[in-house]
């Protein structure tokens, strides 16, 4: 029977086992990746990046040669009506526009690697224009015009670049630090802008044969934004499947530019957007709601390419319904905000109020009443700074109370009626009315005089609530004075 050390290292043997194929399954795989990388670097060795024809080869792909001869041959034949009835992938003009939408994606990155090869060349000559021309096809016909000349106020870029960026331009090149390039090098950039001319041009004649066929491919897309941009949106997205599954952001920047302000102010420069801004709503929109318009012309775009890449209105109807939604949003921003109603006044109650009045409430009201003395306090003269208990404004201020101009000579505190009640109460209460005398009470009695004297408590009690002086009499009225030894 096998112990319990015995069955460890039974376990410990098989994972070295299983650790030293791992071993060998990670070399096996480093020595492939190895032969991978070193593959690579011998194919970007023998790239040679002088010669156009080792950088550019799509043009002389039997695929292009074949694409293009069909696309050629399908615009002088015109659209065909009797396929319209089939389905649509196995229509052959069907496939051919699937073709071109691929085609045109190809173009649009040999276009870009060609006018990586330009600047590369060019940049001897004017380092500055690539920054200044950022458009691949709009820098080939620059460098085409400019050529090897150094002095561009001869060179006419009228109808090439905007009249603000060709200023730029000659200021930049009258500056520049590039020297004119040899005649092998500048031979070699022509040619490269006449291969990127070329392709362009290419590429409208693809987008033209897919706009004549946008009515029967995409006719919801083409209701909305029309042919041209239909085909133009298709193109760049890569064909209609894949224009279905973009969102509404990235389609409202299909076919959007880089601008080039080279310095001017950003105040009036539009909002990024594509091929979108061609379209006849975007066109007839204010300027001022023309972004929102944008993005509303983006999301119902989607939904109409989302229908027709299903098939599922080949007629065009659900393009028209979403037409109309967007004419009747944009006219819905458009109205004025509605006027302002005045606010009427609540319907008065019939029925009185209930009230406490009375004697009560009147005797509270002038209880809690407010003195003159405190209207005063409560008040301020303009200009006049007004008295405070502590000084330099410290403390309670005092209002206007002292205060020349407060329309009063004397402000007399005046004893409520509620307090004189109190105090006539007070008076008329007295310890010995029952006839039995307090405690505290003293037949001693202190006089301004040396000596006591023994006085009634009760008659002097009664003397000072009559009010009487008697310091000085007697009870019986004669005056009694003392003279003092």
């Not at 005045?342 to 509270?364: F, I, N, T, Y």
């Amino acid at each position: 029977m096998a112990t319990l050390a015995d069955s460890f290292l039974a376990d410990l043997d098989e994972l070295s086992d299983n650790d030293a194929d791992v071993l060998e399954e990670a070399n096996d795989d480093a020595t492939n990746m190895e032969e991978d990388v070193d593959g690579d670097l011998a194919d970007i060795e023998n790239l040679n990046y002088d010669d156009l024809d080792s950088v550019s080869k799509l043009q002389k792909s039997q695929r292009y040669i074949d694409i293009m001869q069909k696309v050629e041959g399908a615009l002088e034949k015109g659209t065909d009506i009797s396929n319209q009835g089939m389905v649509l992938e196995d229509d052959p003009e069907y496939q051919l526009i699937v073709d071109c939408n691929g085609l045109s994606v190809d173009i649009e990155n040999e276009i870009i690697i060609i006018h990586n090869f330009i600047r590369d060349k060019y940049r001897l000559k004017f380092p500055e224009l690539e920054s200044l021309v950022h458009h691949p096809i709009d820098y080939a016909r620059v460098v085409k015009k400019i050529a090897n000349e150094m002095d561009l106020t001869l060179v006419d870029l009228e109808g090439l670049l905007p009249s603000a960026i060709i200023m730029v331009v000659s200021v930049t090149a009258s500056t520049t630090s590039g020297k004119p390039l040899p005649e092998d090098d500048l031979q070699k950039t022509i040619d490269a802008c006449d291969r990127a001319l070329a392709l362009d041009a290419a590429k409208k004649n693809v987008l033209d044969f897919v706009e004549s066929r946008m009515g029967y491919i995409a006719p919801n897309l083409s209701t909305i934004v029309g042919s041209a941009v239909a085909a133009k949106l298709m193109g760049t997205a890569g064909g209609l499947s894949a224009l279905a599954k973009m969102p509404s952001c990235n389609v409202q920047l299909l076919g959007a530019k880089k601008k080039t302000l080279a310095g001017f102010s950003t105040a009036t420069s539009q909002f990024r957007v594509g091929y979108i801004e061609q379209t006849e709503i975007f066109q007839t929109t204010p300027p001022a709601l023309r972004s929102r318009a944008c993005r509303l012309l983006a999301s119902k775009a989607t939904l109409a390419a989302r229908i027709d890449s299903t098939r599922g209105d080949p007629s065009g109807n659900a393009g028209k319904t979403l037409k109309e939604e967007i004419h009747k949003k944009i006219e819905k921003w458009q109205e004025p905000p509605p006027a302002k109603q005045p606010k009427p006044l609540p319907v008065p109650d019939s029925e009185p109020k209930k009230k406490r009045g009375g004697r009560r409430l009147r005797k509270m009201k002038e209880r809690y009443a407010i003195t003159d003395m405190r209207k005063l306090a409560n008040r301020m003269q303009f200009g006049v700074p007004e008295e405070s208990s502590l000084g330099d404004g410290l403390g309670e201020g005092y209002g206007m109370l002292g205060q020349a101009g407060s329309g009063k000579l004397r402000v007399s505190i005046g004893q409520s009626k509620l307090a004189a009640k109190v105090a006539k109460k007070f008076k008329e209460k007295s310890y010995g009315s029952s006839g039995a005398t307090s405690g505290l009470t003293s037949s001693l009695a202190f006089t301004p005089v040396q000596g006591i004297e023994l006085t009634n408590p009760q008659a002097h009690a009664h003397q000072l609530g009559s009010g009487t002086q008697s310091t000085y009499f007697s009870e019986t009225g004669t005056f009694s004075k003392i003279k003092r030894t």
